[in-house]
């Protein structure tokens, strides 16, 4: 195995494990990695409809919808008939989702800790950044991470 092939399958693995490790973390709260990102997504643009919300998940295989469709039955969101287009559903974050949201955010914390400690030790993180970001460039990918950083710091 090469270098770039060995690089490849880490990248693979510490990705794969994280969602692992993250995924464990919330389990208390019966949410998943991809409906905790839906929250996080709703809290800061909330009224958006399955699409738009699909253009900002990051999230892994499973789709907009199924996703939503969980978060409902758990009461985290609420859904509304668009006025304007009968055919289209806003999707709001209720009470719920946002105390839920508020003891994920917990637990996020102390992951985003880990890989901290682990990553910061041994190089600068802004530079893993900017070699990850152009192994991605030009990307529906990296053009969502884009989009939510601007509705992050539109807050």
């Not at 039955?73 to 105390?99: C, M, P, Q, W, Y």
Request: glycine letters at 4%; hydrophobic letters at 35%; charged letters at 30%.
């Amino acid at each position: 195995m090469d270098k770039i092939e060995e690089l490849r399958y880490l990248i693979k693995a510490v990705d794969q494990e994280g969602e692992n490790n993250y995924r464990r973390m919330l389990a208390p709260l019966d949410i998943t990695p991809n409906q905790n990102e839906v929250l996080k997504i709703l809290s800061k643009k909330d009224g958006l409809s399955i699409s738009e919300i699909g253009d900002l998940l990051i999230c892994g295989s499973d789709s907009p919808s199924r996703v939503i469709q969980r978060l409902l039955l758990k009461g985290a969101v609420s859904k509304e008939n668009d006025s304007s287009d009968a055919r289209k559903s806003i999707i709001f974050i209720t009470d719920k989702g946002l105390n839920l949201l508020k003891e994920a955010k917990k637990i996020e914390n102390q992951f985003n800790l880990q890989i901290k400690k682990s990553v910061e030790s041994k190089m600068n993180i802004d530079q893993l950044i900017d070699m990850l970001e152009a192994q991605v460039q030009g990307t529906k990918s990296l053009n969502q991470i884009i989009s939510k950083k601007k509705i992050d710091s539109n807050l």
